[in-house]
């Protein structure tokens, strides 16, 4: 029968946010309001986040006129926050782990004198319902290596199995429509269209992904749409270059065959099964100049050929023959 092919592709997904920082436009932010141990704001308190996920190490804001700041479009990693101004004492936060599509509400009190202190996580700005799968858990996790799969591993979430066609990357939750699927590159919708009630996206290199969040509720201003939304927010290189090689091949003589004599005195006479799949991930990166110019990189090359039931090829004329309607497959 016609081979099915689910993808052979193979793209390149570079991280270069030293050369293009406005596209670096991760969803994650810090913000939190400054004041001093009278309860009025402070303004001009310099507020500064560091973290080995930035590839200039260190970010800074200043508090406005009402105390309040905001520190945006952060990579996902562990934080430390620091607030400072001349004749008052410094107040810290270590180890604060920020994950993807994450506001974290960071508050201080900052009192007179020069002694150092360090304060915790008063409150979490967020009312969105997101799950976070790190880098660890996608890799870990028995799927088909298709990033709409994640979504099956949260409760409510339908679709997303098949492992071939629109259908694969269509995804609903407490009623939504299939078409109101979304997926986006660190922020950015990747969707194309929406055909016979079923959301077009592109279907992920997981060699090069740190993190997916996925929104199951609506309301975000962020979400165009009302159906789940999966964020994911690619790998970046480092000072220290890492690479990895995922490989794995099946055919039709590893899986199993249920064509039963049963069957076989009601006319089937091929049942549905896999022809052929391989999946190839390299993926890599490192530095090009030392705290300035990271590079990473993904290929991927993956194809899915199926058989499909009571298909058989017809010699005079030379020609496929397939009995069964498929026109719901």
Known sequence: MTARRLVRAGFLALA?????????????????VVKDTTGAVMPGVTVEAASPALIEKVRNVVTDGQGLYRIVDLRPGTYSVTFSLTGFNTVKRDGLDLPSDYTATVNAELR???????????????????????????????????????????PGVIGGLNIDGPNSRALTIHGSRAGDTNSAIDGMSDRRSST??????????????????IVTDSGNAEQQFAGVWMNTIPKEGGNAFHYSIVGNYSNQNLSADNLTPELMNQGLIAVNGLKRRWDFI???????????????????NTEVDKFVANSYYEKYPLTWVVNPDLSRQ
């Not at 293009?20 to 810090?30: E, K, R």
């Not at 016979?196 to 969040?213: D, L």
């Not at 993926?283 to 110019?293: A, E, I, Q, T, Y």
């Open 16 to 32: 270069l946010p030293a050369l293009v920082p406005a596209m670096a436009v991760a969803q994650s932010s810090i913000a939190g």
């Open 112 to 154: 007179v004198g020069t002694l150092a202190e360090t304060i915790t996580v008063s409150d979490v700005q967020s009312t969105v319902k997101n799950r976070v799968f790190a880098n660890e858990v996608v890799e870990d996790l028995p799927t088909n290596r298709v990033v709409q799969t994640l979504a099956q591993y949260i």
């Open 196 to 213: 016979g009630g079923v959301a077009v996206t592109f279907y992920g290199n997981e060699g090069s992904i740190q993190e997916v969040s």
């Open 282 to 300: 390299p993926s890599g990166g490192g530095r090009l100049v030392r705290d300035k110019f990271w590079f990473y990189g993904a290929y991927r």
